[in-house]
Nanobody, 123 residues
Framework: QVQLVESGGGLVQAGGSLRLSCAAS????????MGWFRQAPGKEREFVAA???????YYADSVKGRFTVSRDNAKNTVYLQMNSLKPEDTALYYC?????????????????WGQGTQVTVSS
């Protein structure tokens, strides 16, 4: 079992930055694939970024060049640095984890989810 707790969300103006954190329980954090998804009101949950235990990263096209996912295995924490934020980035951001994820952008591949942290970008 893995428990995930996100933090770092908030209200920011367009062009600003936020850093989300996701603290994970469990002693095998370093073996987990960690992902970030988001869901805006009235829309489906969408993939944002993922990072494997090797450090390999994946990003949605909409955030490439603006967002950076990273992990600190010593702290059991994964981060999402979000720069040049746009109003369309407004959503509830979820952290997710699993040990085997065939397709990092598929939410069905993840068993463990946090409660989410709200990000609101004003224009």
């Amino acid at each position: 079992q893995v428990q995930l707790v996100e933090s770092g969300g908030g209200l920011v103006q367009a062009g600003g930055s936020l850093r989300l954190s996701c603290a994970a329980s469990g002693r095998t954090f370093s073996t987990y694939i960690m992902g970030w998804f988001r869901q805006a009101p009235g829309k489906e949950r969408e993939f944002v970024a993922a990072i494997y235990w090797t450090g390999t990263t994946y990003y949605a096209d909409s955030v490439k060049g603006r967002f950076t996912v990273s992990r600190d295995n010593a702290k059991n924490t994964v981060y999402l640095q979000m720069n040049s934020l746009k109003p369309e980035d407004t959503a509830l951001y979820y952290c997710t984890a699993d040990t085997v994820v065939p397709t990092p952008s598929d939410p069905e591949g993840y068993d463990y989810w946090g409660q989410g942290t709200q990000v609101t970008v004003s224009s």
